[in-house]
């Protein structure tokens, strides 16, 4: 009975966000994001603050992009996410890693009641990655790829952008949507990546592939947003 | 990096195969028509190809050498009845290019069939014969085989290379199995098979040093050897080889004890010709890796300690 079990809710409770943050990417406005889950995940008992957990600082694109304040039960929502799923010690660096965006993402919408700076994770993992684990990693790690946001991890993609666009292409090739589409924001940002990978073509491949896929469809658009600064 | 004793064996390991199998290189002459005698003519001519590699790179042990050179000998002297087999396709399919494709690494490596040579002089300039619709991959190799033979290209080489695939560096991404193949021959015709790297354009090389290693891992992990030993062909021709490790060592894990390469995944079973039709091109492909990557190899190590 997979269908109906957690895991797969709370898969549909991601996408049901994931399709929520995209469309208000392309509107460029920003509808309370929270009201495009089910009543079953937005309920007191429902695991929504699980799903934005897994969407990670994304939860709140639209607003950094833009520079909106969310309102009340979103920001409420996402430190519920942020306060209830603390990284173990021993977690991997990109759980780390995502969850001080998290926290970044917090201290940028809402000084006034966020808690201090809290210092980064290590990247030296990231430093000695071959060109498929970095691109997977920093995949993983897509909600750091925003504009002027600095933090280890951006400048390691900054220094490894061949490498990372050698995974891209990877990614496509092995039919990895959601690896492309996040390798594919990355580069959105990053200079010098070759011409010839056809970066704008790829992304518009890649969603057209991925079949409607919300979460290729959130870092796909993201990536254009990254790319032009334009409503995509 | 890897090392060289490890690309050198596979060409010792290949050439030992290919000399047990020499028999496989075989011309049919009481071929259905329908199917034409030409058919069996490629095999040969790309032995001559890598021997003629092989010799021109001399990074060869005495043995690999000796056994190129008995191969090459057997190719002309019985799989060719002294060049005669050539003059009979060329007699059976006047305008066809192959016999001289077959003919010229021979002419380069001193053997002579003077009746062939009238007969490519004589297609050369015969419209016919330059219009013949071929894709723009072999139409680059049969510009470069005119000019190698002495003959002034009727289309231009640049202008040949500019039609193909590779020279308009496309998305990476849109890479196939096919237009790979496509993409190592035009490396192998605009070097002359790896003797002059520098006929490589700049851009080009630019393109595929970005994008090499990509295909490589792919075409690896498909265990597909075939299209991976030309590919490894392909980086021993860059400015900057990286003689990929992982792709070096599971190419040489490939192998089987006797010397065959599988073209994809294992060797097949079955018939010893069908088995020799499936295997000659990737063991031959895997010579020719092997010598490039050696050279190149020893090349290094010797800039480094001079």
């Not at chain 1, 430093?127 to 991890?153: I, K, M, Y």
């Not at chain 1, 011409?195 to 990536?223: H, I, N, S, Y």
């Not at chain 2, 060409?11 to 030409?38: K, N, Q, T, Y």
Request: aromatic share 8%.
């Amino acid at each position: 009975m997979e269908q109906s079990g957690t895991p797969s809710l709370l898969k549909g409770a991601v996408q049901d966000l994931a399709t929520g943050v995209a469309s208000a990417l392309s509107s460029g406005g920003h509808g309370p994001v929270s009201g495009d889950l089910s009543p079953a995940a937005a309920g007191a008992d429902g695991f929504a603050p699980a799903a934005v957990r897994v969407l990670g600082a994304d939860f709140l694109l639209p607003h950094v992009l833009a520079g909106t304040r969310p309102d009340a039960a979103e920001l409420a929502l996402f430190r519920q996410a942020v306060e209830a799923y603390p990284p173990r010690a021993d977690a991997a660096p990109t759980v780390l890693w995502s969850h001080w965006a998290m926290r970044r993402t917090l201290r940028v919408l809402a000084p006034d009641t966020a808690d201090g700076t809290t210092a980064e994770p290590r990247a030296d993992w990231l430093e000695l990655a071959d060109w498929r684990t970095l691109t997977h990693q920093l995949s993983v790690l897509a909600s750091l790829a925003l504009p002027g946001a600095d933090s280890a991890v951006a400048r390691v993609a900054g220094k490894r952008n061949l490498d990372l666009a050698r995974g891209f292409v990877r990614a496509v090739r092995r039919r990895d949507w959601l690896q492309a589409a996040g390798a594919g924001r990355w580069l959105s940002l990053l200079d010098g990546v070759p011409d010839t990978l056809g970066l704008p073509a790829g992304l518009d491949f890649v969603e057209l592939m991925a079949d409607g896929d919300p979460q290729v469809g959130l870092q796909v658009r993201a990536a254009r947003r990254l790319a032009t600064g334009a409503l995509v | 990096m890897t090392s060289t004793r490890l690309t050198h064996t596979v060409g010792v390991r290949a050439m030992e195969w290919l000399w047990a199998h020499r028999d496989g290189f075989r011309l049919d002459p009481g071929v259905d028509p329908e199917i034409g005698f030409l058919e069996r003519f490629k095999p040969i001519g790309e032995l001559a190809l890598i021997c003629a590699v092989l010799f021109r790179e001399g990074v060869a042990g005495s043995r690999q050498a000796e056994l190129a050179r008995k191969l090459i000998d057997h190719a002309w002297r019985d799989a060719l009845d002294g060049g005669r087999m050539l003059v009979r396709g060329q007699r059976t399919e006047p305008i066809s290019p192959i016999p001289f494709e077959v003919y010229l690494p021979f002419k380069e490596l001193g053997y002579s069939q003077p009746e062939v040579e009238r007969a490519a002089v004589l297609n050369h300039r015969l419209d016919g014969w330059c219009s013949f619709e071929v894709p723009p991959t072999r139409r680059l190799g049969l510009s470069a085989f005119q000019r190698r033979f002495g003959l002034t290209p009727r289309l231009p080489e640049d202008e040949a290379l500019t039609a193909t695939w590779l020279a308009r560096t496309p998305e990476p991404w849109t890479v196939e199995g096919h237009i790979a193949y496509d993409i190592t021959h035009v490396v192998f015709h605009v070097t002359d098979w790896g003797e002059n790297p520098a006929g490589l354009p700049p851009r080009i090389a630019d393109y595929l040093t970005a994008w090499l290693p990509v295909w490589i891992d792919d075409w690896l992990d498909l265990e597909r050897w075939d299209l991976l030993g030309e590919l490894l062909v392909v980086d021993a021709c860059l400015p900057e080889p990286t003689l990929d490790e992982r792709a070096w060592e599971a190419f040489a894990a490939a192998q089987a004890p006797d010397g065959a390469m599988p073209a994809l995944r294992g060797l097949p079973e079955g018939d010893p010709d069908d088995v020799f039709d499936i295997v000659y091109h990737p063991t031959l492909v895997a010579a020719f890796a092997s010598t490039l990557a050696t050279s190149r190899s020893l090349a290094r190590l010797a800039t480094r300690s001079a």
